[in-house]
């Protein structure tokens, strides 16, 4: 039933094999009940990925939004009973800004679904052990390096405005904080050493490999201290 209603070559071609599978109602035939379906599962796909991706969708316009979604789910069907899923490889299916927007709603999208942890308080590192600490990021935690100005894109789709797509590396982190989805411009190297610490490093390591001043440490560690972004730190 799902190969007839899925069939690419589109459902007055697929509802021919119809009859091997399933049977007639009293009022309709088989190609006629599956037909039903296969309007509306297109339609489902697009309502999925629209909810997932709101800012992307609003960027191509209602056309060339279906038929991006209908091209993906040819090449990444739903393999699951639920259609949260569906749309994790579509930045890999899009390029230029669209794949950056994408990557972008992807991870608050992630974020949004994680789990929650508990905050680790940061005032409590013991400042004679603070360079063989590893700090732990909260599950609902994702660094993003971007080639466009993506962040500042979404937020004008958010504030009814129009987005204006420029090409510049953007660096940003996306975390929850009360269950609310936050994005959070970094420098590049403030990116660089929350990926070093968050690849395992430990402060002193991520110090000798980024070499920040002491002014960006204090600023950071302010900043990320107050978004509860680490939930356990110990050597």
């Given amino acids: 039933m799902y190969r007839v ?86 930045p890999d299916f899009l390029e230029g800004f669209e794949r950056d927007l994408a990557r972008l709603e992807l991870a608050m999208t992630h974020v949004f679904d994680e789990e929650d942890t508990e905050v680790a308080d940061l005032t409590l590192l013991p400042p004679d052990r603070a360079e063989n600490m590893r700090l732990i990021p909260i599950k609902a935690f994702r660094l993003l390096a971007l080639h466009y100005n993506s962040n500042d894109c979404f937020r004008a789709f958010r504030d009814g405005e129009q987005m204006r797509p420029k090409r510049g590396n953007t660096y940003l982190l996306v975390h929850r904080k009360d269950y609310g989805v936050m994005r959070m411009p970094l420098t590049k190297k403030g990116y660089e050493f929350l990926r070093e610490l968050a690849g395992g490093k430990t402060l002193g390591e991520a110090i000798l490999a980024c070499k920040p001043s002491q002014h960006a440490l204090f600023e950071w560690f302010r900043d990320w201290s107050a978004a509860g972004i680490f939930r356990s730190f110990g050597e």
């Fill in 5 to 90: 209603i899925a069939d690419p070559r589109g459902v007055a071609i697929a509802a021919r094999e119809a009859d091997e599978h399933i049977l007639p109602s009293r009022t309709l035939s088989a190609a006629e009940r599956v037909g039903i379906y296969a309007g509306m599962y297109p339609m489902r796909m697009v309502e999925a990925l629209q909810g997932d991706y709101p800012a992307l969708a609003h960027y191509l316009g209602e056309h060339d939004f279906n038929a991006v979604v209908s091209r993906y789910v040819q090449k990444y069907p739903s393999s699951s009973y639920t259609l949260n899923r569906l749309g994790d490889s579509f």
